[in-house]
């Protein structure tokens, strides 16, 4: 069956730290990736995408990097500020987890202390 | 920036009542979707619309949920007779376009309490 999994639920790290946030994803045929960022009592925010024909895409202060091989996800956060503490989920979207629908996991709460 | 937005922010409601969730998209979206989350679990789909009718839905979307866009603006969700475990917060999302790598954009939730 489909699933799209984190391999941690918390992670704390120092404010200007990088973060890293991983997922595993089961479904070969997705090809659209995206992380989300959910603060305490808010809707999911879109941070970053990317298609399944890329490796690598980067934004202002993260990078997200695709590997299909493995079938790995990862949300790489630079210089890291408490404002960006928060859960973080990634979600995919495949052709045969219908067309339309995202598939979230299950999240990681990332902790930044001062 | 446009946003979605959902009302009310959160609805206490008795068992086997009918509740109506609304939402607006952003206005120029075509696709709109609800997704729900159960406390301290993931977001789950639950069913998207387009063109006036449902394109897709989950198994968790049964004949006591319906959805609506009774007007240019609204997007409702109505859940008819209420059960204690559609106790969660309720997600609004819309996208410019239903296939393909398009963003879906969250309202920020409905909380939904049944006692």
């Known amino acids: 069956g489909e699933s799209v999994g984190l391999h941690l639920p918390t992670l704390s790290v120092q404010e200007g730290d990088n973060s890293i946030i991983n997922c595993a994803y089961s479904?070969?045929?997705?090809?659209?990736f995206i992380w989300y960022k959910q603060e305490s009592g808010k809707g999911p925010q879109f941070i970053i995408d990317?298609?399944?024909?890329?490796d690598k895409r980067q934004g202002q202060r993260v990078t997200v990097l695709l590997n299909k091989t493995v079938k790995h996800l990862s949300l790489q956060i630079a210089a890291t500020q408490p404002g960006d503490s928060a859960v973080y989920f990634c979600?995919?979207?495949?052709?045969?987890?219908?067309?339309?629908?995202?598939?979230f996991g299950t999240g990681t709460r990332l902790l930044v202390s001062p | 920036e446009p946003e979605v937005t959902q009302t009310p922010s959160h609805q206490v409601t008795q068992m086997g009542q009918e509740v109506i969730l609304r939402c607006v998209p952003i206005?120029?979206?075509?696709?709109f979707y609800w997704y729900r989350q159960i406390l301290g679990q993931k977001v789950e789909f639950l069913v998207s619309?387009?063109?006036?009718?449902?394109?897709?839905k989950s198994e968790i979307f049964d004949d006591q949920f319906s959805v609506e866009r009774p007007d240019g603006s609204n997007f409702t969700l109505k859940i008819r007779s209420t059960k204690l475990e559609d106790s969660a917060m309720y997600f609004c999302?819309?996208?410019?376009?239903?296939?393909?790598?398009?963003?879906?954009?969250f309202g920020p939730g409905t909380r939904l309490t049944v006692t």
């Open positions: 990317i298609r399944s024909n890329m």
């Open positions: 999302a819309s996208s410019v376009s239903g296939t393909g790598a398009y963003e879906q954009y």
């Open positions: 479904n070969s045929a997705s090809d659209y």
């Open positions: 979600a995919e979207k495949g052709t045969n987890t219908g067309f339309q629908k995202l598939v």
């Open positions: 619309f387009y063109n006036n009718e449902i394109s897709e």
């Open positions: 206005s120029n979206h075509l696709y």
